[in-house]
């Protein structure tokens, strides 16, 4: 399968501050996600992104897949983007995602 | 467009036992897939159903199964429980072969005691 490694595996932030959370995988893909995952374990979609540059908001994201890394950043962090963040990788055709070990971020008031 | 739906969203069981996790998809979509998330391995691919047909199946003994109705709602089943089969299961569900976005929902929490 495909090695995804996803850093740091812990970040803490005061409210209002900025985060760049990282994605490496092992092989080419053509499909990249990040999720945020709840308290509640769901996963939420962020961003579908195997290439290039998205924005939603605060958040954004940025895939050079040529260079097998995409990146996460979320600005003006709100207590409320706490939780996991996850990156996962796969190829069109293939039917399973390859999950990298997530980001827990705590975002403190 | 209603989410991905699973029930139950809790379960415990005892060793030995089986049971049965149940997933609607988005509507529309016709293909869904299951994943394992425990502490220690992560989130690990199960298997995947598009037109009732197992499509792909990740590493998983033989206990882990599954199937899909012409509706597209999706089971999952796990024989003979062991403690090590307490995670969150995740169901996830896209358009079809060639759509790659896959939307998951809320889990079943299953706990083997």
């Known amino acids: 399968g495909i090695q995804v490694e996803q850093s740091p595996p812990d970040l803490i932030l005061q409210e209002g501050a900025n985060s760049t959370l990282r994605c490496n995988f092992s092989d080419s893909v053509n499909n990249l996600q990040w999720f945020h995952q709840n308290p509640w374990g769901q996963l939420i979609n962020l961003f579908y992104?195997?290439?290039g540059t998205k924005q939603n908001g605060r958040l954004s994201a940025t895939t050079v897949a040529t260079e097998r890394y995409s990146l996460l950043y979320i600005s003006s962090s709100q207590t409320t983007d706490s939780g996991v963040y996850f990156c996962a990788v796969g190829r069109t055709g293939a039917n399973n995602l390859f999950f990298g070990t997530g980001t827990r971020l705590t975002v403190i008031p | 467009k209603a989410g991905v739906t699973q029930t139950p969203r809790y379960l415990i069981k005892t060793r030995g036992q089986q049971v049965t996790l149940s997933c609607s998809p988005i509507?529309?979509?016709?293909?869904v897939s299951w994943y394992q998330q425990t502490p220690g391995q992560g989130l690990q691919f199960l298997f995947e159903y598009f037109s009732e047909t197992q499509r792909n199946k990740g590493n998983f003994p033989g206990r882990f199964s599954g199937r899909q109705f012409s509706n597209s709602r999706s089971e999952m089943n796990v024989s003979t429980l062991e403690l090590g089969d307490s995670a969150l299961y995740l169901c996830?569900?896209?358009?079809?072969?060639?759509?790659?976005?896959?939307?998951f929902g809320p889990g079943t929490r299953l706990t083997v005691l």
């Open positions: 509507s529309g979509h016709r293909s």
């Open positions: 996830a569900s896209r358009e079809g072969p060639g759509t790659d976005t896959q939307y």
């Open positions: 992104i195997p290439s």
